[in-house]
């Protein structure tokens, strides 16, 4: 199966909150989990990304979880902002990373 | 100009017209893509170019002709295309395999209506 699964379709933060964005997938051959960033008028920018070797990675108020052994990986924006509103999309690929098959978004809006 | 750059940014056909959408990059990378960006759906691969050669086609209808010349410049040549053609298109560029990380860089798209 080629499919990324990703949850909720939309989702309201406070400023200063938490926002917990999930994704699922099936193929257990894919090894690279990046995570895209789309603003209005904007085409999607890579925010951050994984590779399964490790559990967790950070950058800054960006966080991804990543539980090899369920297949899915979440993206946790800390002190959420409301620059911050925009649609994310969860992603994964196997080798070389050219055939990204993504989730299917979801709008975030983090209210002042 | 920088990074991936796309025209026109919006395009209105009819199912008879034959239109085409260009896009350039220019951050030096090989491999250019088309996706298909549609409302609550995932983006959809359309095509990969390495080195100017098309190595991967997801099963797009021939409505729908890629174009590389280069490595910088793409084109999506449209002819008679169907109402549910309508969606964002958008062309991405990276460095091609091989050549270690290759982070894909978005340009910002151009909406198609079919009408």
């Known amino acids: 199966q080629q499919q990324v699964k990703q949850s909720p379709q939309s989702l309201i933060v406070q400023k200063g909150g938490i926002s917990i964005i999930n994704c699922a997938y099936e193929?257990?051959?894919?090894?690279?989990f990046p995570w895209y960033q789309q603003f209005p008028g904007k085409g999607p920018a890579l925010l951050i990304a994984i590779r399964p070797d490790v559990s967790e990675k950070k950058e800054g108020r960006f966080t991804i979880s990543f539980n090899k052994s369920a297949k899915q990986f979440s993206l946790h924006i800390m002190d959420s902002q409301p620059g911050d509103s925009a649609t994310y999309f969860c992603a994964a690929s196997k080798g070389g990373f050219q055939k990204l098959v993504f989730g299917t978004g979801t709008r975030l809006l983090v209210s002042p | 100009e920088t990074g991936v750059t796309q025209t026109p940014r919006h395009l209105v056909m009819g199912m008879t017209n034959k239109k085409s959408l260009k896009c350039e990059q220019h951050l030096g990378h090989n491999a250019m893509y088309w996706y298909k960006q549609s409302a609550k759906k995932p983006l959809e691969l359309m095509f990969v170019?390495?080195?100017?050669?098309?190595?991967e086609n997801n099963s797009v209808p021939s409505r729908f002709s890629p174009e590389c010349p280069n490595s910088s410049h793409l084109f999506l040549h449209l002819h008679t295309l169907q109402p549910e053609d309508s969606a964002l298109y958008l062309c991405a560029s990276s460095h091609s395999p091989g050549a270690g990380y290759n982070e894909q860089f978005f340009g910002p798209g151009t909406r198609l209506t079919v009408l």
């Open positions: 170019y390495n080195f100017k050669e098309q190595t």
């Open positions: 193929n257990t051959a894919f090894d690279y």
